[in-house]
């Protein structure tokens, strides 16, 4: 009896909080097409009002392009600076290596927070940086590299010298080995840290916020920002759509990485 | 085809770990070669320094007529199988076989083609389209074993490449590794710790110790003529009996007794005397007597260890001959087979013992 009641209690409790956390996805997907939306998830009134209007605002496209442009970047430089750092990482042992490593990481977390946001501004506006892209692209990249050469570090750990080993009795170049046998054994690896970049770089609202200065260079994250009312409130009605429209991108990266790479791990050989 | 010439190699790892000390060692062209050695000893070391691998400290290397010492691995021609296969996960078996020719500039046609053909002789057939991950470990085996003979190379370099298998399937590898390297004719250099296995498949062998060769023959002569104790405690499925006693006119004494000798008139030195279990019969009738301590089944043989005046004597007898654990029982050695050691050198004597 007791039990039961445990049971009883343990399950509405769990109902509740996962009501708690899927409330904001219904209103999510409902808002975006409700006519008057509110800020409760209610059955709409249907309309795809609400989108055409948002897209004859010029500034909403355009916004989802500059993300693309700044996702793109840091991906890229993420990709290109930290695999081939973590494989050098991983392969040569240099005394104070872990020590180096863990300062790494502890630094990232102080390079992109608010903390640095002052020594950063003035930075990318010494290098002449600021309020471009390249500046904002470079100060991600320097947030995310250290975790990201952490992690792949890791799976270039597990991945057996012996392969990299045979490819060189066989014959085969550095760069070939690291393109035929290193990249393709750890690309589970960089297909997570480019995710995970992807999410960061795309939801990423203060440092675009203070570093581009022109409206025109806004990532989405920053243009939702600024929908307001003539009368100074909350436009829902764009904000609601523009919400939608600014999920669907990392939904399709997820599916786009999860089929073409496929967060799998080969494991080793053993039997 | 090739030959193997090691002249002088030492290898001295960082923290002055030597793993090789001015090892001399040469391999004749077409060979199946053994490396035997216990764990330590330097064998991977030595066959890493031949691949390539390990730039050697000192010495030089030649495979065939060229002096290979400061060519890199590529450029040397020698196929080596690894401990753990390093067959690549994310290609098939068909890709994994043809990778060192694809390497090579093979078109894709061709070196398919040499895949496929490879892969035939190595009965994996039907698994080509297959990830490394989907084989079993005796299949996985065999693809490592293909892709070194598909890039037809000088040399085969094994390392353990039986180790990672059960008992079962390690007899039939060793049969068809025996077979294919007699087809093919191609210099193999093997590394192993299993004495059994290296006996097995070698025309001649090396025994390895602390980073030097202890003896350097045919698998007959090294089970026979053990040049020192090292090599005669590690070759033989039961290690030679080496009991230490004082050379006397003819004979040598030790606690229990006299034991027989043949062909030595010496006397005085202090020796081991070294004799097989299997050369050695037990009874009732004969000088040396001690007491049966231990008797174990062997299969159609039985290990039985004597114990004579606080020495322990090992004995192979046939199945159903055995004594029971307590009796008292005589050791019979066979004079005809009897090898005597120096006890301070540990090496042998010339003089007595099998030819
Ligand atoms: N990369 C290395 N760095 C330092 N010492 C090593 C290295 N590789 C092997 N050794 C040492 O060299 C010796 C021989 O090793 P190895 O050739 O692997 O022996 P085996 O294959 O006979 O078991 C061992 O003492 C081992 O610890
Ligand atoms: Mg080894």
Redesign the interface.
């Known amino acids: 009896m007791r039990d039961f009641v445990v049971r009883v209690a343990f399950i509405g409790f769990s109902a509740f909080v996962g009501a708690f956390f899927a409330l904001p996805m219904l209103w999510l997907v409902f808002a975006p097409f409700d006519s008057t939306p509110t800020l409760a998830a209610q059955i709409p009134e249907f309309t795809l009002e609400n989108f055409s209007d948002l897209l004859s605002n010029a500034s909403a496209l355009r916004s989802l392009g500059n993300s693309l442009i700044l996702v793109a970047g840091v991906v890229g430089v993420v990709l290109l600076v930290g695999a081939p750092a973590s494989y050098v990482l991983s392969r040569i042992k240099f005394p104070g290596r872990d020590v180096f490593l863990y300062m790494l990481l502890l630094m990232s977390s102080v390079i992109t927070g608010a903390a640095a946001m002052v020594p950063l501004f003035l930075l990318t506006f010494e290098l002449g940086l600021n309020d471009r892209f390249p500046g904002v692209i470079l100060v991600l990249a320097g947030g995310m590299l250290p975790a990201s050469i952490f992690i792949l570090k890791d799976f270039t750990d597990t991945t057996p010298r012996s392969y990299e080993e045979s490819a060189r009795v066989f014959g085969a170049t550095t760069l070939q080995t690291l393109r035929d046998v290193v990249v393709p054994v750890i690309r589970p690896g960089l297909a997570v840290i480019s995710v995970w970049t992807a999410v960061n770089v795309w939801s990423n609202f203060l440092i675009p916020f203070i570093l581009l200065r022109s409206p025109s260079k806004s990532p989405a994250a920053v243009l939702m920002y600024s929908f307001y009312t003539e009368g100074g409130q909350p436009n829902l009605r764009l904000i609601a759509a523009f919400s939608l429209l600014y999920t669907v991108p990392i939904l399709l990266l997820y599916g786009y990485v999860n089929r073409k790479y496929g967060f799998r791990f080969h494991g080793g050989l053993k039997s | 085809m090739a030959g193997i010439e090691i002249s002088e190699i030492t290898k001295i790892f960082p923290g002055e770990v030597t793993a090789l000390s001015e090892l001399d060692l040469s391999i004749e062209d077409g060979e199946f070669f053994a490396l035997l050695g216990p764990s330590g000893c330097g064998k991977t070391t030595l066959l890493r320094t031949i691949?390539?691998?390990e730039p050697a400290t000192s010495g030089s290397l030649d495979i065939g007529d060229r002096d290979v010492t400061s060519l890199?691995?590529?450029?040397?021609n020698?196929?080596?199988v690894?401990?753990?296969?390093?067959?690549?996960?994310?290609?098939t078996v068909r890709d994994n076989i043809a990778?060192?020719l694809?390497?090579?500039k093979v078109g894709r046609e061709a070196r398919y083609g040499e895949a496929e053909k490879a892969g035939s002789s190595l009965s994996l057939d039907g698994l080509m389209d297959r990830r490394?991950?989907q084989l079993?470990?005796g299949q996985?085996q065999r693809v490592a074993v293909a892709r070194a003979v598909a890039?037809r190379p000088d040399v085969f370099l094994f390392d353990e490449p039986l180790s990672?298998l059960d008992a079962q399937l390690r007899l039939e590898a060793r049969g068809f590794l025996k077979q294919l390297q007699k087809d093919l004719g191609t210099t193999t250099v093997y590394v192993t710790h299993d004495q059994g296995e290296a006996l097995a498949l070698a025309d001649r062998m090396a025994v390895m110790d602390h980073g030097v060769i202890r003896q350097v023959g045919t698998p007959t002569e090294l089970f026979h003529r053990p040049a020192n104790v090292f090599v005669a405690g590690f070759i033989g499925s039961t290690p030679m009996n080496l009991i230490p006693g004082v050379l006397g006119d003819g004979n040598v004494r030790f606690d229990g007794g006299v034991l027989p000798l043949n062909g030595r008139g010496d006397t005085g030195g202090e020796v081991f005397y070294g004799i097989r279990p299997e050369y050695i019969t037990i009874g009732d009738v004969g000088d040396i007597s001690g007491t049966v301590a231990i008797t174990e089944n062997l299969g159609a043989q039985f290990l039985v260890t004597v114990d004579v005046a606080g020495q322990l004597i090992r004995a192979v007898v046939a199945e159903g001959s055995e004594p029971a654990t307590g009796d008292t029982a005589t050791v019979n050695p066979d004079p005809d087979r009897v090898l005597v050691y120096d006890r301070e050198s540990g090496e042998l004597t010339p003089g007595a013992g099998y030819h």
């Open positions: 691949a390539g691998l890199p691995p590529g450029d040397r020698v196929a080596m690894f401990q753990d296969y390093a067959l690549y996960p994310h290609m990778y060192p694809k390497v090579q490394p991950g079993s470990g996985q890039c990672n």
